[in-house]
């Protein structure tokens, strides 16, 4: 233990040992004249602030001792024990990585559960933790409704904030989701953390959903120890930043003293959960053993200052209060906090020998669960939701029947926004657990009138618009999910989503993860992107770079082009969301939104006929012809593209086929190589950059599964889309697609291929897989 850790053990004790004994009081009276907050639950406050002041000093011995791994503790905010005792076990909880102690009393009155074993498997990695799996430390717990969260600052917070929204729009559509229809979500974090963006906009998000009359039970507590790691917050900020906020009912409270605490939260919790609208509970505590293990405190705090905040150490003022009260004696306290310390360290003892995950495999099992078959059922599946899908251990949210759609399904050929559109509309029809939502797809119908008419017919609690914030949009989604719905949020272009990455890959792509697949974030993400619209935009509506998204664990990115695979790839993406809780993102390429020719004007070429019993199972790619000369593999404003180079080539007797990879992630490895092996030379046409675009996954794998062909890959320039005509100076076009395969079918002597009949055209209806 370290010699911090050891004098404020011993500061503890010293302090107790010197109260003078009271005349003793019945537990289960008033501690106070006057008051409701009894000595039993005090005692109960104690205990569960003394076990996780002992779990920190664990986690240090054994940091220290090398049998640990991680030791940011949360002495000094052990005051938050008090908002576990104010509210319900089932009131879902995301909590800051310093919330111990509202882990350990929430946790405590859970039959089954041991707190302190259950931290100290975290702490050591063991895979017998029983939230992650020995894959991070954190607080989390699905019999105790605490969902876990990562120690990104504030990212949290929007999934927070999405939560609180879907519990009362589950609960109004008749979805039996995983909590009480009344039900208040309370969301942790730090001072620092609340002048992050992302807990600013949450925070926003809330008080513009409560301003509309929407239901948003929601307490944020922020926990204010006055410090993020060095720097410290202005004495008041935070009251004055949240305080005096309309529409945000604020609760001070002093988290080192269990009567204000317990007293304050228990009413903060109770405006919620009566009012439905948001509340910040600040809860003001110390920090105690600095930010974490490894961080020494001196180097930037004052001696005054440290000894500050250990004289408002809220242990010891716990314990004062229990003995200054008479409900127990210091003999008492002392005896109870040496006890929970050996308990403590017996568990510490036995958990540092439990075997660490040992293999990739082992590592990796949560993040992707796949069931093809149950997937390809869903996807056909005419009636009701099933009560469950045994295969996968998980029970679906039952739903009433969802209105009907005015009028049959289209059966007459599509462009890909009306196709999109129509599956939108099916995928509503059949599931009431169904969420369409973004900035202007309800009244609107979409910037590009994808979501037209959606709205009207199936209500504004089922397809509705969202405030301006790419963060809330998705953490609306990510809280959706949580709450048993099938959440289908659109992101109105690629460039905005890149402001709130993080929420997908530090937020949604983890959640199975650090929770070993207990909880999961089923979700469609609608992308609308790419280049090649035709006089609008410039960079932010004609953005390409997608490097961001492809090397997330997990996540599956889907990029169709034809009206056929963008209505079977959706239903596909909603299935594998429902079956497998999978993170789906859903790249529409805007160009291709209305497209209807293909090679000549007039032709219709590049409409099609969505089959209503369409699937494309994740990861298979789609050919156009057998061309046994050149496999031209791309995908999205590529394959209209390659098929008219290809119908160039024919005209040179170079017969190519069109491989449409229509999955950027996975990636079809299998039809990749298979057609690579059919023709022996393979160009990659990838409308993204050179540098961290598709084709050099595309090239890597077929390297790593050992093609031996000839390779090569024209892409799009290293540049963000200019406006106007210079766009087509750095965007992919046929001229280039068409040059890069005669350069790759040249002979070694530098000739060009002999000209040969050609066998088969590739036509967009030779498709194959």
Not at 45 to 54: D, I, K, N, V
Not at 108 to 114: F, K, M, Q
Not at 261 to 267: C, H, Q
Not at 443 to 452: D, E, I
Request: aromatic share 6%; proline share 6%; with cysteine.
């Amino acid at each position: 233990m370290t010699e911090l850790a050891v004098d404020l053990d011993e500061r503890f004790r010293t302090a107790v040992a010197a109260l003078v004994p009271r005349p003793g009081r019945p537990a289960d009276e008033p501690i106070a004249p006057g008051g409701a907050i009894t000595g039993t639950a005090c005692l109960e406050l104690f205990e569960a602030q003394a076990t996780s002041r002992h779990l920190d000093l664990a986690a240090r011995r054994l940091g220290s001792a090398r049998r640990g791994y991680y030791s940011i503790g949360s002495s000094g905010h052990e005051g938050n024990a008090a908002v576990a005792a104010a509210l319900r076990v089932t009131d879902p909880a995301l909590l800051h990585y310093r919330s111990g102690a509202f882990f350990v009393h929430r946790a405590r009155r859970v039959p089954g559960l041991d707190p302190i074993r259950d931290v100290l498997l975290g702490v050591v990695a063991a895979a017998a933790d029983p939230i992650s799996g020995g894959r991070h430390k954190v607080f989390g717990s699905a019999a105790a409704h605490i969902i876990p969260q990562t120690s990104t600052i504030a990212s949290h917070l929007p999934r927070a904030v999405g939560l609180a929204f879907a519990i009362d729009r589950a609960a109004r559509l008749g979805v039996a989701g995983p909590w009480p229809a009344d039900s208040v979500v309370v969301c942790s974090f730090g001072d620092a953390s609340a002048n992050h963006s992302t807990a600013a906009g949450a925070i926003n998000a809330a008080i513009h959903t409560a301003h509309q009359g929407i239901a948003m039970p929601i307490l944020f507590v922020c926990e204010d120890n006055g410090i993020g790691i060095s720097v410290p917050t202005p004495p008041e900020w935070i009251e004055q930043a949240y305080g005096g906020r309309p529409g945000l009912a604020y609760f001070p409270a002093d988290g080192c003293a269990a009567l204000d605490a317990l007293t304050t939260a228990e009413a903060a919790a109770r405006w919620v959960r009566d009012h439905r609208a948001p509340a910040f509970l600040h809860l003001r505590t110390v920090r105690l053993l600095g930010h974490a293990g490894s961080d020494v405190e001196t180097a930037y705090r004052r001696p005054a200052d440290l000894a500050a905040d250990l004289a408002r150490d809220p242990v010891t003022a716990t314990a004062r209060l229990l003995i200054e009260s008479g409900v127990a004696t210091p003999a008492d306290v002392l005896d109870r906090y040496a006890e929970l310390g050996r308990r403590v360290a017996a568990t510490a003892e036995l958990v540092s020998a439990e075997p660490k995950l040992a293999s990739a495999a082992a590592v990796i099992a949560p993040i992707a669960p796949s069931h093809p078959a149950l997937v390809r059922a869903d996807v056909l599946r005419t009636g009701p939701l099933p009560r469950a899908y045994p295969d996968t251990g998980r029970a679906i949210a039952s739903a009433d029947a969802p209105p009907r759609r005015n009028g049959a399904a289209r059966t007459d050929p599509m462009t890909v926004a009306q196709a999109i559109n129509d599956t939108l509309a099916s995928l509503l029809d059949r599931d009431g657990d169904v969420l369409v939502f973004g900035e202007d797809v309800g009244r609107k119908g979409g910037v590009y009138g994808v979501t037209k008419g959606l709205q009207k017919t199936y209500g504004a609690r089922r397809v509705f618009d969202t405030l301006l914030d790419e963060q809330s949009v998705l953490g609306t989604a990510l809280g959706s999910a949580l709450a048993g719905l099938v959440p289908i949020p659109e992101i109105q272009y690629l460039a905005y989503l890149h402001n709130a990455a993080d929420q997908i890959r530090g937020e949604a792509a983890t959640l199975s993860f650090f929770s070993d697949g207990r909880y999961r974030n089923p979700m469609v993400v609608r992308i609308a992107g790419y280049g090649y619209q035709k006089g609008f935009g410039g960079h932010f509506h004609n953005d390409n770079s997608v490097a961001a998204l492809r090397d997330i664990p997990g996540v599956v990115l889907a990029s169709p082009s034809r009206a056929d695979d963008a209505a079977a790839i959706l239903r596909t993406c909603a299935s594998a969301a429902r079956v497998d809780g999978r993170v789906c993102l859903y790249l529409e390429p805007i160009a291709l939104y209305h497209t209807r020719d293909l090679h000549d004007p007039g032709d219709d070429g590049w409409l099609a006929r969505p089959s209503a019993a369409g699937h494309v199972e994740i990861g298979r790619a789609r050919v156009y012809g057998d061309g046994a000369d050149l496999t031209i593999a791309t995908f999205a404003n590529g394959v209209p593209m390659s098929l008219r180079v290809a119908r160039r080539l024919a005209r040179h007797g170079i017969n190519a086929r069109v491989l449409d990879l229509r999955w950027l992630a996975p990636l079809p490895v299998e039809d990749l190589l298979r057609h690579a092996h059919a023709t022996g030379r393979v160009l990659v046409a990838d409308e993204t950059r050179r540098s961290g675009g598709v084709s050099e996954a595309v090239c890597t794998a077929l390297t790593d599964a050992g093609f031996t062909g000839r390779l090569a890959r024209v892409t799009s320039e290293d540049s963000f889309v200019p406006l106007g005509p210079a766009a087509a100076t750095v965007l992919l076009d046929e001229d280039r697609i068409e040059a890069a395969a005669l350069r790759l079918l040249a002979d070694e002597t530098g000739t060009r291929p002999r000209r040969a009949e050609a066998r088969h055209s590739p036509e967009f209806d030779s498709a194959g897989e």
